[in-house]
């Protein structure tokens, strides 16, 4: 079992910038690809960003790329996002997750999740 213990989510103006982190316990979490999925009102949870547990590989979301930067210290066992140029549009709960996946950006994939932190950018 993975536990996974999101933070840093909070009130901010567009065009600011805030950072996301995951904490995890329990099982070696170095062997997990890790993910950060969003979800707002009324809408599917979609796929923000996942990196490999070694950090080589990132993928992003197209709506996000170039302004949020996802990353992991192994050896604290936490995951972070890094969202800069924050829009009204990124508003969301926000989930981290990890799993042994084999299509990064679905969330089926994902064994282990947090219970999310609420992002909200005001205009």
């Known amino acids: 079992q993975v536990q996974l213990v999101e933070s840093g989510g909070g009130l901010v103006q567009a065009g600011g910038s805030l950072r996301l982190s995951c904490a995890a316990s329990?099982?070696?979490?170095?062997?997990?690809?890790m993910g950060w999925f969003r979800q707002a009102p009324g809408k599917e949870r979609e796929f923000v960003a996942a990196?490999?547990?070694?950090?080589?590989?990132?993928n992003y979301a197209d709506s996000i790329k170039g302004r949020f930067t996802i990353s992991r210290d192994n050896a604290k066992n936490t995951m972070y996002l890094q969202m800069n140029s924050l829009k009204p549009e990124d508003t969301a709960v926000y989930f981290c997750?990890?799993?042994?996946?084999?299509?990064?950006?679905?969330?089926?994939?994902?064994?282990?999740w947090g219970q999310g932190t609420q992002v909200t950018v005001s205009s």
């Open positions: 329990g099982r070696t979490f170095s062997y997990y690809f």
């Open positions: 990196i490999s547990w070694s950090g080589g590989t990132k």
């Open positions: 997750a990890a799993g042994r996946v084999s299509t990064i950006a679905r969330a089926n994939d994902y064994d282990y």
